[in-house]
T-cell receptor, first 114, second 119 residues
Framework: ELKVEQNPLFLSMQEGKNYTIYCNYS?????LYWYRQDPGKSLESLFV???NGAVKQEGRLMASLDTKARLSTLHITAAVHDLSATYFC??????????????WGLGTSLAVNP | DTGVSQNPRHKITKRGQNVTFRCDPI?????LYWYRQTLGQGPEFLTY????????KSRLLSDRFSAERPKGSFSTLEIQRTEQGDSAMYLC?????????????????FGPGTRLTVT
């Protein structure tokens, strides 16, 4: 059974600093997604990573995927307060007929302080 | 607006009452998912449909929960005899799942959620 682990689960950082959130998964998968959720709001798709070595960047966020290590990272550069949110990674479950679906991590709650 | 919509956005009910939520997915999407989320947790999978067929239901899901997607478009989630532990945000998501050889997409688009409070 595919399991997805994120760490850290809570992260408090200062504005201007850099940090990385990690997402490990337990079995082979070829698709990984990062989502953002603001408090009391729904989830917003950030990145879709489709192949080994994929790297995507949007503003101060950069996501990468290493399918051999079963690891994705979400790197935050020069954090600003607006990035405060919970970040989830989700991995597509291994092929099983028609029932592939997303398996979710617990999320990383990020607070960026002045 | 062509995103996923959910109604109602908020529902307060007394324990023991039945509630029904509706989700309207993005129109061309063939898959529809229901999740439950409590404070500080990730989305907990409840069930999903491909077109009108319910393909999977979580083993954790009580038989008080039922979902339908009768015409492969909108879906309803009903909770019977609500309990205080049912208080949560109920999220609906849709996706256009296609799988052609090495190409596939499972990206899910979420609605705003229905926040249920059971008193």
């Amino acid at each position: 059974e595919l399991k997805v682990e994120q760490n850290p689960l809570f992260l408090s950082m200062q504005e201007g600093k850099n940090y990385t959130i990690y997402c490990n998964y337990s079995t082979t998968s070829d698709r990984l997604y990062w989502y953002r959720q603001d408090p009391g709001k729904s989830l917003e798709s950030l990145f879709v990573l489709l192949s080994n070595g994929a790297v995507k960047q949007e503003g101060r966020l950069m996501a990468s995927l290493d399918t051999k290590a079963r690891l994705s990272t979400l790197h935050i550069t020069a954090a600003v307060h607006d990035l405060s949110a919970t970040y989830f990674c989700a991995v597509v479950s291994p092929p099983a007929g028609n029932n592939r679906k997303l398996i979710w991590g617990l999320g990383t709650s990020l607070a960026v302080n002045p | 607006d062509t995103g996923v919509s959910q109604n109602p956005r908020h529902k307060i009910t007394k324990r023991g009452q039945n509630v029904t939520f509706r989700c309207d997915p993005i129109s061309e999407h063939n898959r529809l998912y229901w999740y439950r989320q409590t404070l500080g947790q990730g989305p907990e999978f409840l069930t999903y449909f491909q077109n009108e067929a319910q393909l999977e239901k979580s083993r954790l899901l009580s038989d008080r929960f039922s979902a339908e997607r009768p015409k492969g478009s909108f879906s309803t989630l009903e909770i019977q005899r609500t309990e205080q532990g049912d208080s949560a945000m109920y999220l609906c998501a849709s996706s256009s799942v296609w799988d052609r050889g090495f190409s596939s997409s499972y990206e899910q688009y979420f609605g705003p959620g229905t926040r249920l409070t059971v008193t």
